[in-house]
């Protein structure tokens, strides 16, 4: 995916904050009490090349015959295994929120409504510091607008919130058999790419702000999709790149703007990553 008009490459702290709070990032909103306030969400990669694949069309052995299969039957069993039937009475959007928290190979992807968390992911592994990260931010307001023009159903969210939350969600599109049913492989022009926030079930979401994307398929791709609509509503994309000089930099400016593994991850393995990272030799 190539959009020089939309890319930046940072090579400084200063440089990734001026690119990420840039006027066209952060956006004065009149209308919004004359706020300061960006429209987009934000995913970052420790590597820029890395596409956007899901943990499900990642997983060994999958196929597009039998990733159906997969995707019901782990949520199924992610379900019934669950603690004490603690989620018996839940929606198959909340099992689904709860599943990608806690690491079952899901269609969803993580983002994030604050850039500076994306950037933490972006700059997050040491053993890939040596790579350059890369930081996605997605206009939510031209999403939306590809949404309601490929599905009415979707217009619903119209005039009352940037994004779905799982309520919201559920009263739209019951279940995922819901949600693809109107997936025709005859139209090229139906599929959607819709963005809700997980319930708040603990600190690490909350403290993540986090965001989750879905499409209306198992194996459609969310990199196609931004690929296919981004020359027709420009802005819908801009990337930031942080070359990998700039990595060590912006990762100790982010532990001191509180932005690490003990505030993201909260609790004991949360910490123990920061302070290895934090009393260790500097990248």
Known sequence: MKHPDQDVTVTSWAELLDGLHSRSIVQHRPDEGNHFRSPFAFRGTDVATWGLETSLQRLPGVTAANIQLLEQSSIRT????????????????????????????????????????????????????????????????KLREINMRNDPRTRTLKGKAWIYDTKALEERFQDLEMFDSKKSTRRKDNELMLLWEPPSIDARIANQSGVLAIMNGQVDSHLGFLQKYAPKYPGLVHRVKILASAKPEIRDMLDQSNISERTLFPGLPGLCSWLKRYYGKAW
């Not at 079952?104 to 992911?121: E, I, K, M």
Request: charged letters at 20%; glycine letters at 8%.
């Open 78 to 141: 992610f379900r019934k295994y669950a603690n004490s039937g603690a989620l018996d009475e839940k929606s198959q959007w909340y099992v689904l929120a709860i599943a990608q928290h806690n690491g079952l190979p899901t269609r969803c992807l993580d983002w994030t409504n604050s850039p500076l968390v994306a950037a933490h992911f972006a700059c997050g592994d040491e053993q890939h510091k040596a790579k350059d990260g890369m930081i996605w931010c997605l206009h939510v307001g």
